[in-house]
């Protein structure tokens, strides 16, 4: 089976609580995040969440992921797969390593899977610069002095 797999890494001059509390507030996420555009559903591993992401210059795309992973201010991880499961998965992540008590690195990736993942491919690049676009809001969003 076909794989690739996208990753990035940012530092944010913030600590991991104030980045995982951008990342789960699901409702005000649209407002500052320009990749994912819309995101609804209970946090709770197990649980199937709603997810809108517009990578730049493609069509926006929803999805319907089941949380993987849930450890508060360390890892978020879902998976959704396209039509049925092995035709095309993506396992997406957000990994918080605290560098100090002020600064974290948030690696934000993704590990593609399936039959058709070779010819979905053509989608990475933008993928790849909706993660990027994504990172660098939320820094800004978690660096922002609070209201």
């Known amino acids: 089976m076909a794989q ?26 649209p407002a500052w995040n320009p990749f994912i555009t819309g995101i609804s559903g209970r946090l709770a591993q197990g649980e199937r969440l709603s997810v809108q992401i517009a990578p730049p210059g493609k069509t926006a795309m929803r999805f319907r992921p089941v949380i993987l992973t849930l450890r508060p201010q360390q890892e978020l991880r879902w ?57 660098l809001a939320l820094k800004e969003q978690a660096e922002a002095p609070a209201v």
């Open 4 to 29: 690739r797999q996208l990753e990035t890494q940012i530092d944010i001059d913030a600590p991991a609580a104030r980045i995982w509390a951008l990342l789960t507030d699901f409702e005000r996420m």
């Open 79 to 135: 998976r959704g797969s396209v039509l049925i499961r092995g035709l095309f998965d993506g396992e997406h992540y957000f990994l918080l390593e605290p560098l100090d008590d002020r600064r974290t690195r948030l690696t934000h990736g993704e590990r593609f899977s399936g039959l058709l993942v070779s010819l979905l491919s053509g989608m990475l690049p933008a993928t790849r610069q909706g993660f990027e676009a994504m990172n």
